[in-house]
């Protein structure tokens, strides 16, 4: 039996059946990163990260039964209207009713409802961001809201956001990590810490210099990717490195997570950095080989480590599956580092953009 599926939730059990609710979600910034899967979405090493807040998703549900709806589809398991930025969106709209089609287990009365979605981005889509993990956590936490509009409150709010965390991460690993705020670990890690491949875990023992911790992000190159994530998690498959790969990962996330827990600055960078020229170069030897880098990417990088060196300061970079750059820096270090991004980094951004960022406290529940 797949986890929560109810098959009581039916719309007929309900106490109401109609509502709205909204999720603001952020996008989280991975430290060792999730790259490789298998089975239904779960993660081939455990991945640890940083939540932002500047870079988020806004997503109101809509709901009511089908046959009240002007707008319904009978043809389709799932009924559903979606709009990305107040304009119809038909390509998303196809990923996300697939989405909802699979979790008919869990929430059988989909089956009975009309949605209408309505999804905002504070980034621009063509940035360059990934915006699956806001999306996806945004989405997920609005339908565990509509259950309990429509069922009442069940479950304890550990439990909610565990089965929210779950729900995203099934459609979009990456979007498990959005559900909690500050530091986040998914996937197996050593015994020292509880945590699940099925949803990400907060890491509850933070070292207080994490809790705004900068992350300038330099849009490098704006546009689409042109190798998606799930198509280079797949790549792993084949890849000759992979094994070598996910024990890396392992290790990676222990010292990762006891880094985060002392402060230890400069095993923090250590291996934030390694992360992500391992992932860039597992792209690279991927078969086929993708570079998502671009040369001003490796000169953004260049200059921030000699940057590092030349004033001492404890800033690092690390890169998800595209070119931009997220610059990260204790939040005290501040004054002496925007200079250094406006000078020496923005010119090396498209159009000179940066969004500044900060880790903070997760999705929050919006009126
Ligand atoms: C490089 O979560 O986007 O950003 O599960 O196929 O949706 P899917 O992939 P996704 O992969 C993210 C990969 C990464 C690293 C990370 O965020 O851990």
Redesign the pocket.
């Known amino acids: 039996m797949i986890r929560y599926s109810n098959p009581s939730l039916k719309l007929e059990n309900a106490r109401q059946n109609s509502g709205k609710v909204a999720w603001r979600s952020p996008s989280n910034i991975?430290l060792v990163?999730?790259?490789g899967?298998y089975g239904l979405?779960l993660p081939r090493n455990p991945?640890v990260?940083l939540t932002l807040s500047a870079s988020y998703t806004e997503t109101t549900l809509a709901f009511l039964p089908r046959q009240q709806a002007s707008k319904a589809r009978f043809d389709k398991k799932i009924s559903l209207e979606f709009y990305f930025e107040d304009q119809p969106a038909p390509a998303f709209e196809a990923k996300i009713e697939k989405f909802l089609e699979s979790l008919l287990p869990i929430f059988p009365f989909l089956a009975d409802l009309h949605l209408e979605i309505f999804s905002h981005n504070s980034f621009p889509h063509s940035a360059g961001i990934?915006s699956?993990?806001s999306s996806m956590a945004a989405l997920a936490l609005c339908l565990c809201s509509m259950e309990e509009v429509l069922f009442g409150t069940t479950l304890t709010q550990d439990d909610f956001y565990q089965k929210a965390s779950f729900l995203a991460r099934l459609g979009?690993?990456?979007?498990a990590r959005s559900i909690h705020g500050r530091a986040v670990i998914w996937g197996k890690t050593s015994k020292q810490w509880e945590t699940s491949e099925e949803w990400g875990v907060p890491f509850e023992a933070l070292h207080p210099i994490f809790e705004d911790y900068q992350d300038t992000i330099l849009l490098i190159h704006e546009g689409e990717k042109s190798v998606s994530?799930?198509a280079g998690?797949a790549l792993m498959n084949q890849n000759p490195f992979s094994a070598i790969r996910y024990e890396q990962a392992h290790k990676h996330a222990v010292l990762m997570l006891e880094a985060l827990q002392s402060g230890d600055l400069e095993k923090f960078i250590d291996i934030t950095e390694k992360e992500a020229f391992v992932?860039h170069a597992l792209m690279m030897v991927s078969e086929p080989s993708f570079v998502l880098m671009k040369p001003n990417t490796l000169r953004a990088i260049e200059a921030i480590q000699f940057f590092r060196q030349q004033t001492q300061i404890p800033i690092c970079f690390t890169l998800?599956?595209g070119p931009n750059v997220h610059i990260l820096y204790p939040k005290s270090y501040q004054e002496r580092v925007l200079p250094f991004i406006k000078s020496e980094l923005a010119p090396l951004a498209h159009h000179s953009k940066y969004i500044l960022d900060q880790v903070s406290e997760g999705s929050i529940a919006l009126d």
């Open positions: 991975a990163k999730y790259w899967k979405q991945s990260s990934a699956s993990a979009s690993g990456s979007a994530s799930r998690h992932l998800d599956a």
